[in-house]
């Protein structure tokens, strides 16, 4: 089992900046990527960005250029930079941790955080 916490949303203008982060704790040694997802109301969940255990790093087109994920290792605590923020942004935002044990494979989902974005 992974728990995932969640921390840095809140309410910010157009244009400026915040800093989410996903804390893991629990049977970490068998995640091998973290990713934000955001969902709108009445919207599905998509992916934001993600980061394997190697390092490499994704982008949703739309938030390319403008948010950074982060982290010194995907088992311990996650970043995500967001600057440039748009009202479309606006979301509640999940971390997501993907692990693999024993050739199983499972994902684990954080509580949320609110992102507003006014404009």
């Known amino acids: 089992q992974v728990h995932l916490v969640e921390s840095g949303g809140g309410l910010v203008q157009a244009g400026g900046s915040l800093r989410l982060s996903c804390a893991a704790s629990?049977?970490?040694?068998?995640?091998?990527?973290i990713g934000w997802y955001r969902q709108a109301p009445g919207k599905q969940r998509d992916l934001v960005a993600a980061?394997?255990?190697?390092?490499?790093?994704n982008y949703a087109d739309s938030v390319k250029g403008r948010f950074t994920i982060s982290g010194d290792n995907v088992q311990n605590t996650v970043y995500l930079q967001m600057n440039s923020l748009k009202p479309e942004d606006t979301a509640v935002y999940y971390c997501?941790?993907?692990?693999?044990?024993?050739?199983?494979?499972?994902?684990?989902w954080g509580q949320g955080t609110q992102v507003t974005v006014s404009s």
């Open positions: 980061i394997s255990s190697g390092g490499v790093t």
């Open positions: 629990g049977r970490t040694s068998s995640t091998y990527a």
């Open positions: 997501n941790a993907k692990t693999v044990r024993g050739g199983i494979f499972d994902n684990y």
